[in-house]
């Protein structure tokens, strides 16, 4: 049997979570060990600072530049939008997508400024739609205790409790909830065996076509 199937499809897998809630490192991990089965992954992060449009949220990020909240909400979609093309290519050609942050992050990050929700919805639908939505669940007051907040503008307690009861809004009954105290190892082996089952999933053509 041929492992170059044709027909096979990657997984989109997004994990979600608060700043400091581990994602990051969770992703990394995850791709080592996707690498090590020899299944064909890459990791991805959004935003993505590389392109044009990144560099702007990025500096609007170090607080080196201003923006209203309305356009900021928009140069992150718009991240999203440039790299869409690519993704849907690498997963129709088996290639599984780790990805840090997505269209989730952009709502609850937006609505937690007051933005209405709905408007924050909007530039996001017809991105791809992910296959497994992963939330590395942490109170606000526990990220915080991590340290680490790197002092860029969303790094704040307060802000952080408002994302925080967004994504709560946000999360339905697909999303799969990790507590993100328990220990490192341990959050990894969860994520693994969800991850692990989504790709087979997608491989066998459930759940969700891109
Ligand atoms: P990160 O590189 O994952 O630390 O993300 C940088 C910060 O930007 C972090 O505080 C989360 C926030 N963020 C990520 N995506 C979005 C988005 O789409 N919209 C908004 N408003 N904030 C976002
Ligand atoms: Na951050
Ligand atoms: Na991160």
Redesign the pocket.
Known sequence: ESSENVNVRGALIVLEGL?RSG??SQCSRLHSYLAEQGIPAELW???D?NTCVGQM?SSY?ANKSQLD?QA??LL??A??WEKRSLMENKLKSGTTLIV??Y?Y??????SA?GLDIEWCKAPERGLLAPDLVLYLDISPEEAAKRGGY?G????QLEFQRQVSQQYRILRDGTWKIIDACLPVEDVEKQLRKLVFDCIIACRNGNPCPH
């Open positions: 700043d994602k990051t992060r959004f935003p600072r949220i990020l909240d900021v909400h992150f979609s991240n999203r840090d942050r269209s992050s952009g709502v609850a990050f937006s400024k790197g860029e503008r969303y790094e």
